[in-house]
C-alpha cells in the first residue's frame, strides 16, 4: 500500500506550516465531500466527535455523510489556537441549517495529533450549538471554500 504524505509534515516548528495545515482541513470540511476530508486522516484514526467515538476512514466517511445531511448549507471557518511538535489546537465555528430550516452556529475546539506523513491520527472535538436567526447569520459565502478575504474568527469577533 502506498503512504500518502500529506503536507506540511511535523513536526510543525512554524506558525506559517501550522496555519497552512489548518487552512486545509478547513478547505476539505468546506468541500463537504466525506471521502477527500477522510484522505487526511489515517487508515486507523481516532476520533472524538462530541459524544461519538470513531475509529478509521470507513468510520469517518459513514459520519460525516449523515451529518451533511443533516447539517445542510455547512460553512465552517477555523483558526489555530496552538501548535507543538506534531500537535495543533484548533478553534472553530459552522453556520449550518437543519431540514426544518432553522439556523445554527457551532462553536468548539480540537485537538489533532499528527503521523510522521502529516495525516491525523487523532482528532478529539468539543462542540456546542447555539440556535440562530437567518439574519444572524454571518458566514455568507458560496458554498465551499471560504474566500481569502472572507473574515476569520477573531476578526468576526467569535
Known sequence: MTTLHRPPLPPFNTLQDAETKVRLAEDAWNS?????????????????????????RSEIVAFL?????REQDYRLIK????????????????????????????HGNENWEFSPDGLMRRRIASINDLAI?????????????????????????L
Do not use: C, M
Not at 455523510?65 to 445531511?69: D, F
Not at 496552538?82 to 489546537?89: C, K, Q, V
Not at 478553534?91 to 445554527?104: G, L
Open 32 to 56: 463537504r465531500d466525506p471521502e477527500r476530508v477522510s484522505l487526511a486522516y489515517t487508515e486507523d484514526s481516532q476520533w472524538r466527535n462530541r459524544d461519538t467515538f470513531l475509529t478509521g
Open 65 to 69: 455523510t449523515a451529518k451533511w445531511q
Open 79 to 106: 483558526e489555530i489556537w496552538a501548535y507543538r511538535d506534531n500537535r495543533i489546537a484548533v478553534r472553530f465555528a459552522y453556520e449550518w441549517r437543519d431540514p426544518a430550516d432553522r439556523w445554527f452556529r457551532a
Open 133 to 157: 436567526k437567518e439574519i444572524d447569520r454571518i458566514f455568507h459565502w458560496p458554498q465551499g471554500r471560504r474566500p481569502d478575504d472572507h473574515p476569520g474568527l477573531s476578526d468576526l469577533g
